[in-house]
Nanobody
Framework: QVHVVESGGGLVQAGGSLRLSCLISMRAFRGYAMGWLRQAPGKEREFVAAISWSGGITDYADSVKGRFTISRDNAKNSVYLQMNSLEPEDTAVYYC??????????????????????WGQGTQVTVSS
């Protein structure tokens, strides 16, 4: 049984910060990269950030580079997203996911296949101007 539980979202003013957390409790995903995607109303799901199993490789979407930081704690099966200098354009539901490599997160189709049936509920982030 897979549990994917995202948390930490909320309402924040532009320029503020939030820290998202995600627990993926599935033994089959051990050794996998983990990452975050987001989906704004009326838009497709998009890549935000990803991190390798060791934490030594990270990747960020250009729109969040320099503002967001991804990290993980393998002992807790968890991945985190520290979001600073938030902008109204960051408003979305944020989802976490796992895949074999960081590079896989650049393909939403690839992640969707991997996570089919396993997606969590996501966590809503709303940034007011």
């Amino acid at each position: 049984q897979v549990h994917v539980v995202e948390s930490g979202g909320g309402l924040v003013q532009a320029g503020g910060s939030l820290r998202l957390s995600c627990l993926i409790s599935m033994r089959a995903f051990r050794g996998y990269a983990m990452g975050w995607l987001r989906q704004a109303p009326g838009k497709e799901r998009e890549f935000v950030a990803a991190i390798s199993w060791s934490g030594g490789i990270t990747d960020y979407a250009d729109s969040v580079k320099g503002r967001f930081t991804i990290s993980r704690d393998n002992a807790k099966n968890s991945v985190y997203l520290q979001m600073n200098s938030l902008e109204p354009e960051d408003t979305a539901v944020y989802y976490c996911a796992a895949d074999k490599d960081v590079s896989a997160f650049r393909s939403i189709a690839t992640i969707a296949r991997r996570m089919r049936g396993y997606w969590g509920q996501g966590t809503q982030v709303t940034v007011s101007s």
